[in-house]
């Protein structure tokens, strides 16, 4: 009996699986499409003979993006103003991360009206909508194995998974 009460499975595809048990549906989002969407948001907010935010190369914008906008949770411009960026090597004032933010903003959009995720987003949703209701898991405890490799996001999600306990988490 308690062998068919254990479930394993890859915590992304789990957060999926709830979202669209919920009729969120949502495509994920590759690399390449990742970019393609980035370089649109890009230059549909930089004006024709300006400089695009200061010269920075999309590269920059993706793993500023990935790096902190992403992995903190960021949604918005107040929020991006008072993101840690360290480690990021290209420093950036306020008026650098209004446009910068600008950007970020309509490539959201673009996501938003493309009905794509990528898989913090996923995570991100899943989250939210457990600690909205946290009766959606029915989970008494969770074990997670290589965190190294989990997102502040995915840290966050198994925290929501299971009602806090004595033995509520076991992390490897």
């Not at 959201?108 to 600690?131: C, F, P, Y």
Request: hydrophobic residues 40%.
């Amino acid at each position: 009996d308690e062998q068919n009460r254990i479930e394993v499975i890859h915590l992304h595809k789990w957060a999926f699986d709830q979202l669209r048990a919920r009729g969120i549906r949502a495509q994920i989002l590759s690399d390449r499409d990742r970019s393609a969407l980035m370089k649109q948001a890009l230059s549909e907010t930089t004006p024709s003979g300006t400089r695009p935010a200061e010269d920075m190369p999309l590269a920059f914008f993706l793993e500023e993006w990935t790096r902190v906008v992403q992995a903190q949770g960021v949604t918005d411009k107040r929020d991006y103003f008072k993101a840690s960026r360290r480690g990021r090597g290209t420093p950036v004032g306020r008026r650098q991360r209004a446009q910068i933010w600008k950007v970020f903003a309509r490539y959201q959009s673009i996501k938003d009206a493309r009905g794509a995720m990528e898989w913090a987003d996923i995570v991100r949703g899943t989250r939210q909508l457990l600690e909205q209701d946290p009766s959606l898991s029915g989970y008494a405890a969770v074990l997670a194995d290589e965190i190294q490799d989990f997102s502040r996001e995915d840290l966050q999600l198994l925290r929501a998974m299971v009602p806090a306990g004595p033995c509520d988490l076991f992390l490897v």
